[in-house]
């Protein structure tokens, strides 16, 4: 038999949808759990554009939603942020839709923060009152530096910045890490034996103190009464470089200088480097124009020095009279030729008039006329209209007879041909 097969008609009509069911543990829960107080560390914070928060708050056992809607957000004076340690006060709700339990979070306390808020605050108005923090103690920094100790943690990234930005700047000076623990117990013993150590060696111009940021936890070992003292009794200049822009620590207070992070540090250790250096490569750059510009003048004078001795020299003499000799040749040349050419054109013009009014000239012309004269002459006459084929037929007198009217029967003429004549009767 099937599970649905044994409900009866009571329990049938219990049967509850997920909502109803789900509503009903939200019942039992806001019913049965009052408003309290709730301590943990923030996790996984969201921030919504509708301005409501969302997060977990968990410990070493268990976490547990929350959210905290726009009004209630707006009234706190706590910033959250991941890994903050609070007290929050909310009452238990169910989101229905997911089934799920959560806080609704009406306050919000610093609890962790607080307490060490309170603490730095104290010993810092102790420490000031005692003149730790005046600026008459404070040592001025070596402008360029030949060692520099770093204390801190040899594995950390701050130190891996701190020797990437130096050998970026090209930083001639040596760097020693001085190994310590920079967070939790026994940090800032730690780092007042390295200072101790730095001091007996007696090698270091320049110390620098830091680690890269954390929260508040750990930065405080740079916060311990014990290290700040050290920190403040130190013979040697001192930079503390502890976290990020945001983060103060006593050991900022109480040093010769304060570094935003260690890659502030370095850069303000390289500074008076990399300043020396501009200024060496601009002289550089002006004295190599300069340099230039005195040589070029100077090959300008020399230039001008060897034209001038080149040109009083006896061979430069020499040479352009030399010059000036084959000039004149070239020109008197020149001028023969010319002459000589202009007298054979003024001989041959002479010749041609001479030629023109020559009496030979004028009757080997007229002859040359007078055999063309004949020549047309010569091609009209009978003879020469005989040799093209023709005959002429004359009359007993020897008259040419034009017309056949002209001729009788019986008649005598005589045709001439260019070979010879025939007399013949006319029938």
Not at 56 to 61: E, P, R, T, W
Not at 73 to 80: D, F, I, L, T, W
Not at 169 to 181: D, T
Not at 229 to 255: N, Q
């Amino acid at each position: 038999m099937s599970p649905q097969d044994k409900l009866t008609t009571d329990e049938a009509g219990r049967i509850q949808t997920v909502t109803e069911f789900t509503r009903r543990v939200r019942e039992l829960l806001k019913g049965g759990l009052p408003a309290g107080w709730v301590q943990g560390e923030i996790s996984n914070l969201r921030a919504q554009a509708s301005g409501h928060y969302y997060f977990m708050l968990k410990d070493a056992g268990a976490q547990l939603s929350c959210v905290m809607f726009r009004g209630d957000a707006a009234r706190q004076s706590v910033v959250c942020k991941d890994g903050m340690q609070v007290l929050v006060y909310g009452e238990v709700d169910v989101y229905e839709a997911r089934g799920q339990y959560q806080l609704l979070v009406r306050a919000v306390v610093d609890h962790g923060l607080g307490r060490l808020q309170q603490e730095f605050e104290a010993l810092k108005r102790r420490l000031d009152a005692e003149g730790l923090f005046a600026v008459e103690r404070k040592q001025p920094l070596p402008v360029a530096p030949r060692c520099v100790g770093f204390i801190t943690s040899p594995t950390g990234a701050a130190v891996q910045d701190f020797f990437r930005i130096l050998r970026r700047r090209e930083w001639p000076g040596r760097i020693v890490v001085l190994p310590a623990k920079v967070q939790g117990v026994g940090a800032a013993a730690d780092m007042i034996a390295m200072l101790r150590t730095a001091g007996e060696l007696g090698m270091f111009d320049l110390l620098v103190i830091g680690r890269g940021g954390g929260s508040v936890e750990d930065l405080w070992a740079f916060n311990e009464e014990p290290l700040v003292r050290a920190v403040a009794e130190c013979r040697v200049p001192i930079i503390s470089a502890v976290g990020h822009e945001i983060d103060f620590t006593l050991c900022d207070f109480v040093a010769d200088v304060r570094a935003e992070t260690p890659s502030a540090a370095a850069e303000l250790i390289s500074s008076a480097h990399v300043a020396c250096t501009d200024r060496v490569e601009r002289a550089r750059r002006v004295l190599t124009e300069r340099l230039a510009q005195d040589v070029a003048r100077a090959g300008e004078r020399l230039d001008h020095a060897r034209s001038r001795l080149r040109l009083l020299s006896p061979v430069t003499v020499l040479e352009q009279y030399q010059l000036r000799l084959d000039d004149l040749g070239n020109r008197l040349v020149a001028l023969l030729r010319n002459g000589t050419q202009q007298r054979r054109e003024q001989l041959a013009e002479a010749r041609s008039r001479l030629q023109a009014a020559s009496p030979e000239f004028r009757v080997q012309r007229e002859s040359h006329r007078l055999l063309a004269l004949w020549k047309r002459l010569e091609s009209v006459s009978p003879q020469s209209v005989l040799n093209r084929g023709f005959a002429i037929v004359r009359d007993a007198a020897g008259q040419p007879i034009a017309r056949a009217a002209k001729v009788g029967a019986g008649q005598v003429v005589t045709t001439e041909f260019a070979d010879g004549s025939v007399r013949s009767r006319v029938e």
